[in-house]
């Protein structure tokens, strides 16, 4: 194998690393150093997050810049917050032997003067946020004409947050760069677009292939009914009592719900999300890091740039409208070589999206069964076990209370002390699971499908489907903005519609489809549910607009 000496790297550097634990390279390094340390050549490197890329950047930029000139020559910028103090603290790391090399964080939610500050006093790498580095810009705090070096890390999370315009508007006002290097776990035409206008015949390269999952992580998903997806959740985190993960919901009110009943129930768990202030943020991802909470639950936009060691599960209590958002949460777990587990907790109705996401990862995900209570109170006892025969007692007087204990348990047993211990431990474990129900949900093929609607046909019409006539004039018509020219059909279309909005066949009427658009005649009952569902949710990169018809809020052809 390649060590880092082979390179070509200052030995200032590879005396840094060879301290810090590493001789060889990780792919994404070995192939992006090389071109790197030229420092004149554009990059553009995919490959998935926690395979090594900011010493795949870090390094070159500290082997290229003067330590001797006391102004900004390399800019990184990143999505968030925590992902651009870890780059910091990364490279500070890498520096260590490099004396006069300066790096500055910049980010929002801390003093805008103390960053100008920093700056001032000669930081040759300044690693930012888009919006706080736009605010210095604009106040004329920060010089970026004699930047050399522009790194864009994760530029694919910075557009799915909505950066684009601030990432142009940041190339943009470093004009006499000399490379521009872009890092990226997926590879969208956003992405295409922007190395198109602002880079010039970018070397490529892949490490793995782009989209595809990470190969140390156990791809699983359950199937309940939408009612018990809570309790499916709780039943999963007792059946892995070691668990140390990130949990993913769709909103944020529904994070701080989860979050608030686990509490109560004894978790160690809290919530991340948007409407945390930063000191709250940071308490809370302190709190994570250092393991005083075992389990953290968090939107996708919370959790943008999350990197923390050793997490053992990701579970996606709500499969994510965007599959390539799937690649990003799950990639939290399974790094540095180390095994993860991702979850995904479905109902009946959303198979097609876990085969939309085993095309785009090349991974097939296994179906595994809910367990019973037996199980889970089998798999804590076990695990209570290991913990007791494990304990360690070297640092303890425990001698002196030995005897004491002889005389206290000179007439029990040692299996009634045993059986005493585990009702301590178990007693809530027992209480709770002694009943429990089975949460499984079956998945129905296609065949019993048609039969069902062929059941259900007798007693209405259209396979299944009630005639407008059967509402008795409680209906009303739906527009929504995809029609054939999206890839669909009546019947896709109506599955789609149905898996999004977790609604009944019954409740639908008519459908009339168009190229551009469609309408859905619907009980008026269940209108609100599906706009509430559909609506603003993203479709192949595009925004779904679903309203009432009826009410004036669609076109009508």
């Not at 004009?175 to 992405?191: G, K």
């Not at 085993?358 to 695990?383: A, H, L, M, W």
């Not at 706009?531 to 990169?541: C, E, M, T, V, W």
Request: charged share 30%; net charge neutral.
């Amino acid at each position: 194998m390649i060590t880092f000496e082979e390179l070509g790297l200052d030995e200032r550097l590879v005396q840094a690393v060879t301290e810090m634990g590493y001789v060889n390279p990780t792919p994404i390094q070995e192939k992006a150093i090389p071109v790197l340390i030229n420092g004149t050549k554009d990059l553009i490197g995919l490959a998935q997050t926690g395979t090594g890329k900011t010493a795949a950047f870090g390094l070159p930029l500290l082997h290229l810049l003067d330590a001797n000139d006391k102004y900004p020559q390399a800019l990184v910028v990143c999505p968030t917050r925590e992902l651009c103090l870890q780059i910091v603290n990364e490279i500070i790391s890498f520096k260590k032997h490099i004396k006069g090399l300066q790096v500055v964080a910049v980010y929002g939610g801390a003093s805008i003067s103390l960053q100008i500050k920093d700056i001032r006093r000669g930081a040759q790498v300044v690693v930012a946020t888009p919006g706080r580095l736009i605010d210095l810009i604009e106040r004329k705090a920060i010089n970026l004409e004699q930047i050399k070096y522009v790194v864009l890390d994760e530029a694919d999370e910075m557009l799915n947050m909505g950066f684009q315009d601030d990432i142009e508007f940041i190339l943009q006002n470093t004009p006499n760069r000399d490379s521009t290097w872009l890092f990226s776990a997926t590879m969208p035409n956003e992405i295409r677009k922007v190395s198109k206008r602002y880079m010039k015949e970018p070397v490529e390269i892949t490490v793995g292939k782009v989209n595809t999952a990470n190969k140390n992580i156990d791809h699983q998903y359950y199937v309940t009914s939408a009612i018990h997806r809570y309790e499916t959740l709780k039943r999963l985190i007792d059946f892995n009592p070691g668990i140390y993960g990130i949990i993913f919901t769709r909103t944020k009110a529904e994070a701080q719900e989860i979050a608030e009943k686990l509490t109560r129930e004894g978790y160690d768990i809290d919530a991340l999300h948007g409407d945390l202030s930063q000191p709250q943020r940071d308490k809370v991802m302190n709190q994570f890091r250092d393991r005083s909470l075992q389990l953290l639950i968090a939107t996708d936009v919370a959790a943008r740039g999350i990197d923390v060691k050793d997490i053992t599960h990701v579970i996606n209590y709500e499969l994510p409208d965007d599959v390539e958002v799937y690649t990003h949460r799950t990639g939290r777990t399974g790094r540095a070589g180390n095994t993860g587990v991702a979850i995904s907790i479905i109902h009946q109705r959303e198979a097609y999206k876990l085969r939309q996401i085993e095309k785009i990862i090349q991974t097939q995900i296994n179906k595994v069964e809910i367990p019973s209570g037996k199980d889970v109170c089998r798999k804590q006892f076990f695990y209570f076990m290991d913990k007791l025969l494990k304990a360690d007692i070297s640092h303890g007087d425990y001698e002196t209370y030995v005897p004491m204990l002889e005389e206290k348990f000179a007439d029990i047993s040692k299996e009634e002390v045993l059986k005493r211990v585990a009702a301590l431990e178990f007693d809530r474990f027992l209480k709770y699971y002694e009943n429990a129900g089975d949460l499984n949900a079956r998945i129905q093929d296609r065949n019993e499908r048609r039969s069902d609607d062929r059941g259900r046909g007798r007693n209405s019409r259209d396979g299944g489907r009630r005639d407008s006539r059967d509402f008795q004039g409680d209906t009303t018509r739906l527009f929504i903005n995809i029609g054939t020219k999206d890839g669909f059909y009546k019947a896709s279309f109506l599955q789609f519609i149905l898996d999004m909005s977790d609604l009944r066949k019954d409740v639908l009427g008519r459908i009339d489809m168009k190229e551009m658009n469609s309408w859905v005649e619907i009980d008026k009952r269940a209108a609100n549910q599906m706009i509430r569902a559909l609506d603003g949710k993203n479709f192949k990169g595009r925004k779904i607009r679903m309203n009432d018809a009826d009410s004036g809020g669609g076109r009508r052809r």
